[in-house]
C-alpha cells in the first residue's frame, strides 16, 4: 500500500474519529446537565446562525470526501489536486498538524469543563480564564485552526484551500462575536482579561 493510500485511510479515520468524539461528548454531557441546550446555533439568519451553519457544512464536506477518496480514488480528479514538491514531508508536517491541533482543541475544550458550549449561549455566562486560556484567550480555536492547516498540507488541493479560506474566516466570525457577548456581560472583568492576555499567541 503506498502512501498515498496511507494517508487518504488516515485522514477518513481521523474525521470519523472527531465526529464520534464530539457526538459523544455532547451526549454524554446532555445526559449529566439533562439539558439539550449544549449546541447553540444563534437566532435563525443572524451573522452566528449563518456562520454556525457554514461551519457544519465545512465539516460534512470534509468528512464527506475523505470518505469517498477511500472507497473511489478518481474522485481526487475533481478535488483539484496540487503537487507540492517534496509532497510527502508537507503530508507528514500536515498529519502531525491535524494531531497537534485536535489534541489542544480538546485540551480547551475540557479547560472548560462545565462551561463548554457550541455557540454561544446567552444564559451561560461564566468567564473561564484558568489553565489554557490564561496564556491564550483562544486556544481551542487555535487548534482548530492549526487543524485546518494541517488538512491542506496532508490533502493539498483545491477542495482543501476552499475549506481553509471557509474555515478560518468562520473561525475569525465567531471569534468576534465571542468577544462581543463578552464584553456586554463581563465589560470590565474581559477587559482586564484581554490586557493580561493574547487573543491568539
Known amino acids: 500500500m503506498d502512501a498515498e493510500r496511507l494517508i487518504a485511510i488516515f485522514l477518513a479515520s481521523f474525521y470519523l474519529f472527531v465526529a464520534g468524539f464530539y ?9 449529566k446537565k439533562q439539558s439539550k441546550l449544549l449546541v447553540h446555533t444563534g437566532v435563525r439568519y443572524s451573522m452566528h446562525w449563518w456562520n454556525h451553519l457554514s461551519f457544519r457544512i465545512f465539516r460534512v464536506a470534509i468528512l464527506s470526501v475523505c470518505l469517498t477518496r477511500v472507497f473511489f480514488p478518481p474522485i481526487d480528479a475533481y478535488l483539484g489536486m496540487i503537487n507540492l514538491p517534496n509532497e510527502l514531508l508537507f503530508n507528514i508536517v500536515g498529519l502531525c498538524a491535524l494531531a497537534v491541533g485536535f489534541t489542544l482543541a ?29 496564556l491564550s484567550r483562544n486556544p481551542g480555536y487555535i487548534g482548530v485552526g492549526l487543524a485546518q492547516i494541517g488538512f491542506f498540507l496532508a490533502m493539498p488541493s483545491i477542495f482543501s484551500l476552499v475549506c481553509i479560506l471557509i474555515g478560518l474566516n468562520a473561525l475569525r466570525l465567531q471569534t468576534q462575536l465571542e468577544e462581543s457577548f463578552l464584553s456586554q456581560v463581563h465589560p470590565l472583568r474581559y477587559q482586564e482579561y484581554c490586557q493580561k492576555t493574547p487573543k491568539w499567541v
Do not use: A, V
Not at 23 to 31: A, C, D, F, T
Not at 109 to 123: A, E, H, K, P
Open 23 to 31: 457526538i459523544s461528548l455532547i451526549k454524554i454531557r446532555q445526559q
Open 106 to 134: 480538546i485540551l480547551s475544550n475540557f479547560t472548560l469543563q462545565s462551561s463548554w458550549r457550541s455557540g454561544i449561549d446567552n444564559r451561560h455566562i461564566e468567564l473561564i480564564t484558568s489553565g489554557l486560556y490564561s
